[in-house]
């Protein structure tokens, strides 16, 4: 199958400063990447979809300033939490595509003290 | 809205039982459904993906079929190992480009 990483794998960051996580598509390129949240114990929430070369499109309750996202190539799209809170905290999971199957990343495990 | 349900939310059995793990959907106007693992932790694992075209899909000791008139998903797992235990979700999609939707996930231990 195909492989999509993700980086970091985890990330403690103080309240109020900004991480940024990258998903990257090693061995394909992928025009359309997904990330999503997932909460302890939950399924996956899907926050965004990330559009090579053009605006992300957010899901409905997820703050579009907060969250923000760049997709400048086939491989590579980036999460940045801004100003992030303790809230924030979560595990961050992102997906390319491949022939109509879904691939994830390793996740990314974000504590914000 | 396009809701997936997998019950029961975790299972406890001894090795070498087989097993079967349900998952149902509330519209049937799927794509592709796809079968995951997820370790603690961790990211997740394609295990199967089945388009909405197909009735069953087989690897190694799983096997997966689908039956979208009805809105089910099964994945059968051969004479489970320990190693087998994980979380295991599944998800409906209309297609590459398009978001899947996520059941809770049900989690799996197979004890030595």
């Known amino acids: 199958g195909a492989v999509v990483s993700q980086h970091p794998s985890r990330v403690i960051c103080k309240s109020g400063t900004s991480v940024k996580i990258e998903c990257r598509s090693l061995?394909?390129?992928?025009?359309?990447m997904f990330w999503y949240r997932q909460f302890p114990k939950q399924s996956l929430m899907l926050m965004a979809t990330?559009?090579?070369?053009?605006?992300?499109?957010?899901e409905q309750g997820v703050e579009k300033d907060k969250f923000l996202i760049n997709h400048a190539s086939l491989t590579l799209s980036t999460l940045t939490v801004t100003s992030a809170h303790p809230e924030d905290s979560s595990f961050y999971i992102c997906?390319?595509?491949?022939?109509?199957?879904?691939?994830f990343g390793q996740g990314t495990r974000l504590t914000v003290v | 809205k396009q809701e997936v349900t997998q019950i029961p939310a975790a299972l406890s059995v001894p090795e070498g039982e087989n097993l079967v793990l349900n998952c149902s959907f509330t519209?049937?106007?799927?794509?592709?459904l796809q079968w995951f693992r997820q370790d603690p932790g961790k990211g997740l694992t394609s295990l199967l993906l089945?388009?909405?075209?197909?009735r069953e899909q087989t690897s190694g000791r799983l096997n997966a079929s689908l039956d979208k008139s009805s809105g089910r998903s099964t994945l059968y797992i051969a004479a489970s190992q320990p190693g087998d235990s994980a979380t295991y979700l599944c998800?409906?999609?209309?297609?590459?480009?398009?978001?899947?939707?996520f059941g809770k996930g049900m989690k799996l231990t197979v004890n030595p």
């Open positions: 061995d394909f390129q992928a025009t359309t």
């Open positions: 089945i388009q909405s075209s197909q």
């Open positions: 519209d049937s106007a799927i794509y592709n």
């Open positions: 990330s559009n090579e070369g053009s605006k992300a499109t957010y």
């Open positions: 998800a409906v999609g209309r297609g590459g480009s398009e978001k899947l939707v």
């Open positions: 997906s390319a595509a491949l022939r109509e199957e879904a691939f």
